[in-house]
């Protein structure tokens, strides 16, 4: 059973208020009591998990193609990553992953995957740990520093074989010389149909095998070897963050909640509130880039 969470408590506490007295201030005094409440419990923890979704992304100006406002063609997300697209138009598919592994490569870390990076270092060395499981598929957690990175969706930067299996990392840019200037995003653009031969091909040998991105479709089941590890890290860790994801993917979206059931405390960090809000501990609303620094800054409490 899921223990109601104080965030919902507080939360109707800051509405009551501002319907006495709209002054922004006293909103601002009642999450900053949630801050110096969650700043204790984050000086205590030993094993904090830290989930991130797309917001995490969007602060390094990464887009996600989820929304009417972010297509590319006339496309959401939705429509082409999922293995039906895939084999239906690989051309179009790989045109769309050949546009956003471009657009990441130019991208740099936020001050939100920067703060996750020094937060692992700075407790590693107090013999604290730091794991983040993340359904971002870019680089940033790693190029940031983050040793402790479970990719559960995968990840741009590598294909896997459609008829070996073999996953390999690949920067490459462009992918491959027929996907050279493809992929651009407008609207009236036209397929550039190429030819399936002249798509990312496996270079093992004798293989030759239609390479496919190495993220997990829509639709599709997450890598158990993954899936276990996480597993382990949900169950271990003392205190939960969840940051930057609307929490409507699954099965991604219950991590936090699962944590919650065991009475562990979980924070979300959030442009808005979302279907799990419920049931966390903490709700700090706003951007990411600005709320996470703050709460995985140095404790007074850590030792030097
Ligand atoms: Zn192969």
Redesign the pocket.
């Known amino acids: 059973l899921l223990l109601p969470s104080t965030a919902a408590i507080r939360l109707l506490v800051s509405l009551a208020i501002s319907k006495l007295n709209p002054a922004p201030l006293l909103q601002v005094e009642v999450s900053q009591q949630n801050m110096s409440e969650f700043r204790s419990v984050f000086s205590k923890a030993k094993h904090i998990a830290i989930i991130t979704g797309a917001g995490v992304s969007a602060e390094s100006g990464v887009p996600t193609f989820r929304g009417e406002h972010e297509k590319w063609r006339k496309w959401v997300s939705q429509d082409l990553a999922t293995p039906e697209a895939f084999s239906r138009n690989p051309s179009r598919v790989w045109e769309f992953y050949h546009y956003r592994r471009e657009l990441v490569l130019d991208k740099k870390p936020s001050a939100v995957h920067v703060a996750i990076a020094e937060c692992e270092a700075r407790l590693k060395k107090q013999g604290r740990t730091v794991v983040v499981i993340t359904q971002c598929i870019d680089d940033l957690h790693r190029q940031a520093g983050s040793k402790h990175v479970l990719k559960v969706h995968g990840s741009l930067m590598e294909t896997r074989?459609?008829?070996?299996?073999?996953v390999t990392v690949n920067k490459r840019s462009p992918i491959c010389a027929a996907l050279k200037g493809k992929g651009a995003p407008g609207l009236n653009v036209a397929d550039a149909q190429i030819p399936v031969d002249k798509l990312p091909r496996?270079e093992?040998r004798d293989?030759?095998?239609l390479?496919r991105p190495n993220v997990v479709f829509f639709g599709e089941t997450l890598d158990s070897h993954i899936l276990t590890k996480v597993e382990k890290e949900i169950e271990i860790c003392d205190l939960c963050l969840v940051v930057g994801t609307s929490s409507i993917v699954y099965p991604a979206a219950m991590f936090g909640p699962r944590v919650a059931s065991r009475g562990v405390p979980v924070a979300e960090f959030n442009m808005s509130t979302t279907p799990k809000t419920e049931y966390f501990t903490y709700h700090f609303q706003g951007p990411c880039g600005t709320t996470l620094p703050l709460a995985l800054a140095q404790h007074e409490s850590e030792a030097f």
Do not use: A, I, N, R
């Open positions: 074989c459609m008829s070996c299996g073999q496996c093992e293989c030759h095998g390479l």
